[in-house]
């Protein structure tokens, strides 16, 4: 097989690392800025170089389409991933729980860093599936761009869970996921106060379905 770049190196890891933890490939634009850049031109690149060189395959037009080939997966079992490391993972009511519970997370899986994990645990109605109840989020203290989901205090229950955030003539508003009645217009100081942080990715499929287990029985393979 035809040898690969550190920078392409990089890329198959991530794609096969996306692959294992949450049983889907990344996007063009996921790859991209796992890569460092916006510009899914630059995530393509990456990808087309690693089907002409054998270690991947995808279909043409299909979203998450990436495939692994035998020699991209032994590559990717010989090199491994980076080390883990231990982030907090929060509940829904963070002060209820004295416990400090840390999730491992490889180190290169994500291409922003994450300070922090949320279990969520409210059905939360995403029509797209994006995310769907009890999956594991992981946020990034820093604040969302209009129109991105980010974990937030609720204003009324003082628990976190998620809401979308948009701003409009310098004012801001949270507005619940499939509940346009369920909205808080409030200023930018109210904004920080209450934001925890944006989602940067997730696991799924690391919890059993709800039976009062602890998130802290399964570990990811």
């Known amino acids: 097989m035809r040898p690969l770049t550190e920078k392409q190196r990089e890329a198959l890891t991530f794609i096969a690392t996306t692959i294992r933890l949450t049983q889907r490939p990344p996007t063009i634009i996921e790859v991209s800025r796992h890569m460092g850049s916006d510009n899914s031109r630059r995530g393509l690149g990456h990808i087309e170089a690693l089907e002409k060189k054998g270690y991947l395959v995808r279909e043409p037009g299909q979203a998450r389409s990436i495939r692994l080939t035998p020699a991209g997966l032994s590559l990717f079992e010989k090199t491994g991933s980076s080390p ?41 109605p995403f029509p797209d599936g994006q995310i769907r109840p009890h999956d594991i989020l992981f946020v990034q203290e820093t604040p969302p761009s209009d129109g991105e989901i980010a974990v937030v205090e609720d204003p009324v229950s003082g628990i976190l869970t998620l809401y979308t955030v948009s701003k409009r003539h310098g004012q801001f508003a949270l507005s619940a996921p499939g509940n346009s009645e369920r909205r808080y217009d409030l200023g930018k100081k109210e904004l920080t106060r209450l934001v925890r942080g944006r989602i940067v990715g997730l696991f799924r499929s690391l919890l059993s379905p709800p039976s009062g287990n602890s998130p802290n029985e399964r570990q990811p393979q």
């Open 84 to 124: 883990p490391r231990e982030i907090p993972l929060l509940s829904a009511r963070p002060s209820a729980d004295p416990s400090h519970r840390t999730i491992p997370v490889p180190g290169d899986f994500f291409g922003e860093r994450p300070d922090f994990a949320f279990h969520l645990e409210a059905d939360l």
